[in-house]
Structure formats: C-alpha cells, structure tokens
C-alpha cells in the first residue's frame, strides 16, 4: 500500500504517502488511493483537517512516476487522475495541511499549492518543474499565493526554492528542522480542530467562492488532459 492513513484525536486525518524509492513520485495506483482517501474525507463529516505528508523526509512527492509504462490510453487515464486529484484537494472541506520536506517538484508543488496551509522542511527543494516537458500546470493555485509576478517567475523557470524563500514569499506559514514539519503540521491541524467546526467548514467554503478556485482548477485541468492527449504528454515509461 503507497498510502497510509491515520486518525489522530480530535478529527484530524494524516495521509502519508509511501513510496520512498520513488521519492513518492505518483503512480496510476497511488493516484487512485489518494483520490479515494479525499473523496471520503470530503464526505466525513467528523473530520476536522487532513495533514498531507510523506512517509520519507527525503520528497512529499517528486511527481508524477515517469517511468510507469503505459500505453496512450494509460497515460491519459493516469493524467485524469491528476487533475481529479488537484480538485479534490480544493473541495476537502475543512483545512488541509501540507508537510513541505524535501522534493516537492511537479506534481508535489501542485499539493502543496492546492493545500491551505504549508509547514516547510530545512531541506525543502520546491519546483514547479512543468515547463521544461511544456505541462500547463502552475498558475492556477500559485498566482493567488504569491501573486503573478512572482508566479511568472517560478513556473517560467521551475527554479527551486528552499524554506527560507517560501517562508518569505508566504508560501509557507512555518519554516522548521526537517525531522519537525509533520509535527508542526498537527499542532497546526490541532489548533483548527479548536475551533468552531461549522464555522471552519463555512470559512472555507467563503475562501474557495470569494477566490474562484475550483474555476480556476477546472481551466487549468482542461488544459492538462489535453496536452497528455493531443500534445506531447508526460513520459509514459
């Protein structure tokens, strides 16, 4: 199993992803556990927020698994399932939390922008590495972020950032040792779990409305399948 699940106290859900030889880059089948595993939180309605995180410190996720063999149908399937996944991170509706350690390139840029809250690792290495295959993948969740100007500039020239520069940009809200961010990240997801849940629940439904995410989500995945289906697409193995 490339994902494990854990239920802490309090309504929180850890999702950590386990495919450290990988550096958890993302398979069809690890794809398609993780947007189960959203798809039931989203419908949960005791869970109070869901920490994204990595079973190795080493990558939260180094991106899609490139060497997966596929044939064109498997590897149209496989970028559906991304974009299913970048909308289902935005429709959990209570606040998630990403463990930023590592790699976190592509794909895995993509969760953490997609996430409401972002502990970042002394070894974070943060990529939006899509321009150099042509992915049109960036600017939906970054522009908001940080703004377009400097959304330009990282999807322009998927340069890595460290946590120092992701702390200042407000990318990311705490900046740790590596071997702490999951710890921070539920003290964070512990200290929303403190507040009002229907309250919280609302906040996040007036973020996503006021912010039009899911709208911009849903051009930007558009896009995505079309370039995995008429374009060039990923590597396929």
């Known amino acids: 199993m490339s994902l494990l699940r854990e239920r802490r106290p309090g309504g929180i859900e850890v999702l950590r992803i386990d495919r450290p030889a990988k550096r958890n880059a993302l398979d069809t089948a690890t794809l398609g556990l993780l947007n189960s595993a959203l798809t039931e939180l989203a419908a949960d309605p005791d869970v109070r927020a869901v920490v994204v995180s990595t079973t190795s410190t080493t990558a939260l996720c180094a991106g899609a698994d490139v060497g997966e063999t596929l044939d064109a149908a498997g590897g149209v399937r496989r970028m559906e399932a991304f974009a299913e996944l970048y909308r289902r991170i935005e429709e959990v509706p209570v606040p998630t939390i990403a463990v930023c350690v590592g790699n976190c390139v592509g794909a895995g840029a993509e969760i953490v922008a997609g996430c409401d809250l972002r502990v970042a690792g002394e070894n974070l290495k943060l990529a939006w590495a899509g321009a150099r295959l042509g992915v049109p993948v960036g600017p939906a969740r970054l522009t908001t972020l940080i703004g377009l100007s400097r959304a330009k500039e990282l999807v322009y020239l998927g340069r890595p950032i460290g946590a120092a520069e992701a702390l200042a940009s407000g990318l990311a809200h705490r900046a740790v040792p590596t071997d702490e961010a999951e710890a921070t990240a539920i003290e964070l997801a512990e200290a929303v779990a403190r507040q009002s849940a229907p309250g919280i629940r609302n906040l996040k439904e007036m973020f996503r409305h ?27 193995g």
């Open 210 to 236: 006021l912010e039009g995410t899911l709208d911009r989500i849903d051009y930007e995945n558009e896009r995505l399948v079309e370039f995995q289906r008429h374009g060039t697409g990923l590597p396929q």
